[in-house]
């Protein structure tokens, strides 16, 4: 005779989404928002140039910058300021925006250094690219994902590809002349593509710039020299040796798995 007690219940009848029926759903989070030093600031602001710095080595290289002014940040209501730094550090789960001093024009720089949730990207993206900010050019830098590249890559081999807009195309010489275009059945997905869309959206003339590896040394030195070759000729980042902490940084940094695909 069974034992009604110690016996294996019987499987439910409903499916798991359907159980999720009862749980009552989550409150949805706040927008995300920019918040400015200056709450004086002409609004929107129109740099001729952004830079959205995602990948490990274009946030060290950048961070290294020493001519350029913290003006805002980015704040995404989910990530706890809890274990940020007074002065802006490398270690901080941050999205700051920067005012890059002594070029012709007016260039920003925004630091992604936090995760962006997949489901973010284009609230994100959104508050980046229109809105506040009112860019003439994008240029968005991020790391190739093993995952989503189609090919063979070599890890002693430093190398970049790039994905631009309509307008972008349209305009004649590339911001990045010399780069190759990323080969077809590959894909960029998470902030990069959501911004790269935001900016075919509103007609801006942007640039996706992916760069092999992901991490590694060989990576801060190799993006320097595209940056100063390409987009802030004669810019001194201030990097003698571009490996310098850069090891300790590219093991630390926690990098978000996003989904949203970009081809």
């Known amino acids: 005779m069974e034992d009604v007690l110690t016996e294996i219940p019987p499987p439910s009848r409903f499916f798991q989404e359907d159980l999720n029926n009862f749980t009552p759903p989550l409150p949805p989070l706040p927008s995300p928002f920019l918040l400015f030093s200056n709450p004086k600031l002409d609004a929107p602001l129109r740099p001729t140039l952004l830079i959205v710095a995602i990948s490990s080595p274009s946030l060290f290289v950048f961070h290294h910058l020493s001519s350029k002014t913290l003006i805002g940040s980015l704040i995404l209501p989910e990530i706890p300021f809890s274990g940020n730094s007074i002065e802006p550090s490398l270690t901080d789960k941050s999205c700051n925006i920067y005012a890059v001093n002594d070029v012709d024009?007016?260039?920003?720089?925004?630091?992604?250094?936090?995760?962006?949730?997949?489901?973010?990207?284009?609230?994100?993206?959104?508050?980046?690219?229109?809105?506040?900010?009112?860019?003439?050019?994008?240029?968005?830098?991020?790391?190739?994902?093993?995952?989503?590249?189609?090919?063979?890559?070599?890890?002693?081999?430093?190398?970049?590809?790039?994905l631009e807009t309509s307008a972008a195309r349209k305009?004649?010489?590339?911001?990045?002349?010399?780069?190759?275009?990323?080969?077809?059945?590959?894909?960029?997905?998470?902030?990069?593509?959501?911004?790269?869309?935001?900016?075919?959206?509103?007609?801006?003339?942007?640039?996706?710039?992916?760069?092999?590896?992901?991490?590694?040394?060989?990576?801060?030195?190799?993006?320097?020299?595209?940056?100063?070759?390409?987009?802030?000729?004669?810019?001194?980042f201030g990097l003698n040796n571009g490996e310098d902490g850069y090891s300790w940084f590219s093991q630390n940094r926690n990098r978000p798995f996003d989904s949203e695909l970009y081809t």
């Open 105 to 162: 024009g007016r260039i920003l720089v925004v630091s992604v250094q936090c995760s962006v949730a997949a489901e973010r990207s284009h609230a994100v993206a959104k508050v980046l690219i229109g809105e506040e900010i009112i860019p003439e050019r994008v240029l968005i830098l991020d790391s190739i994902q093993n995952r989503n590249f189609r090919g063979k890559l070599p890890p002693d081999e430093t190398f970049a590809f790039k």
């Open 171 to 236: 305009e004649g010489p590339s911001l990045l002349n010399d780069v190759d275009y990323f080969p077809s059945g590959s894909m960029v997905d998470g902030l990069p593509a959501a911004l790269l869309s935001r900016c075919q959206l509103k007609n801006i003339k942007g640039t996706l710039c992916v760069s092999w590896p992901e991490f590694g040394g060989s990576a801060v030195p190799f993006i320097q020299s595209l940056l100063q070759k390409n987009v802030l000729p004669g810019m001194d």
